[in-house]
């Protein structure tokens, strides 16, 4: 009797026991799902550093390709500019051209054209001013102009051949010169390769009528009076009066 109470006492603590075991997951099952889980993490942050490496690839690449766009863009935008300048200054040129044309015909066919020749210093002033005259020594295309002047207009053109190109940082300076007191500045100008210069000059003042009129190589710098070589020289006294084309028709 007894022995059969301790046989159920031992069967009721083993089935307890076994039960116990059987809500409790092994020790082996635990291990396994942390490697699982382990696995899994280790995929999932490879496979995010694989993306994060092709998104930085793709990226670099659209960064470089618009790199390369912006540059060719950019030298497009500064070829255009510098096409822009250019037809800006040919614009420019063209209108001061035709400016000059205007005032030049309105001065020809003034009824009170009168002209001025003017011409290179004699022998014995460019001995003087040897090796510093501003006009051509060739002899052959000695430097010479004429001036046209109309009071009626309001104005006077030179017409110049012969001179020696300015230098940089020179320019050429007319000066109306009175037989007494201080030079009257009237205009600057440049001479390119052909020696050539057409010029709208300031007519002189009412004191000045009769002064002569010098043109000589300067500084680009300002000046009272002249200081450089003279290349043309004439004499308003010596001016001559032009008939009115218009009135031969």
Request: aromatic share 6%; no cysteine; hydrophobic share 40%.
């Amino acid at each position: 009797m007894e022995l059969s109470e301790s046989e159920s006492n031992t069967s009721v603590r083993d089935a307890r026991g076994e039960a116990h075991d059987a809500s409790r997951p092994p020790r082996l099952q635990r291990v396994g799902l942390w490697q699982a889980i382990a696995g899994m993490s280790f995929a999932i942050a490879l496979a995010a550093i694989i993306v994060a490496a092709e998104m930085g690839r793709m990226l670099a690449y659209r960064t470089y390709y618009v790199n390369r766009r912006v540059a060719a863009l950019n030298a497009i935008v500064r070829d255009l500019r510098r096409q822009t300048a250019a037809t800006q200054r040919k614009l420019g040129s063209e209108r001061a051209h035709a400016s000059v044309g205007e005032v030049f015909e309105k001065i020809l066919f003034a009824p009170d054209l009168r002209t001025i020749k003017l011409v290179a210093p004699q022998d014995k002033d460019k001995d003087k001013d040897k090796d510093k005259s501003g006009a051509q020594s060739d002899g052959v295309h000695a430097a010479s102009g004429r001036l046209a002047m109309s009071e009626s207009a309001g104005g006077a053109m030179l017409e110049a051949s012969g001179l020696k190109p300015s230098e940089n940082f020179k320019v050429y300076r007319i000066w109306w010169m009175p037989k007494h007191g201080a030079a009257v500045w009237a205009a600057d100008f440049l001479v390119g390769d052909d020696g050539l210069a057409t010029v709208p000059v300031d007519l002189p003042p009412a004191r000045l009528k009769e002064s002569s009129i010098t043109v000589t190589l300067e500084n680009e710098t300002y000046a009272e009076a002249p200081t450089g070589p003279v290349a043309l020289r004439g004499d308003a006294a010596h001016a001559e009066r032009v008939a009115n084309p218009r009135r031969k028709r």
